[in-house]
């Protein structure tokens, strides 16, 4: 925290920690990187989670628990791209993709 406010944040495809990429732990281990599930809850501005539905290099579990450990009045609402993987959201629905990160940055700003 450098004290600099920060508009809002935007995951895409994000996952909850390394370890639960490849096992389905339910808890933080020592030695676990990117433990992005035990950060968010600390984040103080609105929150956009963009996940594929068909991702099988970060499963969308992992975007819908991170939605649901971001503090409730943080949550914008998701973006789950249907039957995108992990590197086509993107290109899946481009006109879709960027109008719904347009109003995400219309919403903060």
Partial sequence: DNGVPVCGVILQAPLMSAYRVAFNFRFSLPGDCFCNVDLVPHIKSPVFIIHGTK???????????????????????????????????????????????????????
């Avoid at 995108?84 to 919403?107: M, P, Q, S």
């Fill in 55 to 109: 991702d099988e290099v970060v499963p969308v579990w992992h975007g819908h628990e991170l939605y649901l450990a971001v503090q409730k009045r943080y949550r914008f609402s998701p973006f789950w791209v249907e039957n995108a993987g992990h590197n086509d959201i993107e290109v899946r629905d481009t006109k879709l993709f960027f109008k719904r990160i347009g109003h995400f940055l219309n919403v903060v700003a």
